[in-house]
């Protein structure tokens, strides 16, 4: 073997290994889950519900090989442990219909949960392989309150918590008005939609926007200042805190994956809201 030969056989060695471990890490993120605690100031918010507590998933993609499943999991498990006021899921529960079974055990363990679609629970994606998922199975998981372009409304801590939810169909058609199911006679009123710009769409008349489907980028390259979002380039909104006028908007990081079985600096998260009135 000359010289030359060997030295591309060595460099295409550390090529094979550098890919190798890259595709090791993102694997490994993929279900290495961040369990988040935020406060978050809502004007006009009676003092009564200061600290009220709201767990926040979203985007489980059940039904794919990925280690999302494992943080699902323990994002449910932690929830389940954290007996929190109110449980808010934002869509995407699964990618094929082999996730139904798990989805269901899960579901279960979060008694009251309130739950909306997203676009790939109704196959309306750019996966081949999306599976539709029909809404009537879903809504029929015992505990669970699926919102469908609809409202509920619960009491908690002797006041009237109105919470909305946006089909994905209606959203993408434009034709979701949210705003006009609200009551506002009502303390605290919560928006649950997959999709965040949602927020954009409608006036301040929920004083909490709950939303997820950017995975928080799932695929991030950093740079000095800044970050490359491959899964969505041109998200305004990827993840966290946002306040649009009086409203306050939380994008969940979500917890599954789409496409590739990986994340890259974009970890899963599970997030529990705590509620500061002012």
Request: charged share 25%; proline share 6%; aromatic share 6%.
């Amino acid at each position: 073997m000359t010289a030359g030969v060997a030295l591309v056989a060595a460099a295409s060695a550390v090529v094979v290994a550098a890919v190798a471990a890259v595709a090791a890490w993102g694997w490994f993120e993929a279900g290495w889950l961040r369990r988040r605690i935020v406060e978050v100031e809502l004007e006009g918010v009676p003092q009564d519900l200061d600290g009220l507590r709201i767990a926040h998933l979203s985007d489980f993609h059940l039904g794919i090989p990925s280690r999302g499943r494992r943080a699902v999991e323990e994002a449910v498990a932690w929830v389940e442990s954290r007996r929190p006021d109110l449980v808010c899921i934002t869509g995407d529960l699964v990618s094929r219909r082999t996730g139904l079974p798990l989805l269901r055990e899960l579901l279960a363990r979060l008694p009251g949960c309130l739950v909306v679609l997203g676009n790939h629970d109704l196959a309306s994606s750019r996966d081949p392989f999306s599976q539709r998922v029909d809404p009537g199975e879903l809504a029929a998981i015992h505990g669970v309150t699926l919102l469908s372009d609809a409202a509920t409304e619960v009491e908690l801590r002797r006041r009237r918590v109105q919470v909305v939810g946006v089909d994905p169909r209606t959203y993408e058609a434009r034709e979701a008005h949210p705003e006009a199911l609200a009551d506002e006679s009502t303390d605290l009123r919560i928006l649950l939609c997959h999709f965040p710009g949602i927020a954009r769409r409608i006036p301040a008349t929920f004083h909490l926007v709950l939303a997820g489907h950017l995975h928080a980028g799932q695929i991030v390259v950093p740079f000095p200042g800044g970050k490359l979002r491959l899964a969505h380039l041109r998200a305004r909104v990827v993840e966290g805190i946002y306040h649009h006028g009086k409203m306050v908007l939380h994008v969940s990081p979500g917890l599954g994956t789409t496409f590739v079985p990986f994340r890259f600096f974009a970890r899963p998260e599970a997030t529990e809201l705590v509620v500061r009135s002012r």
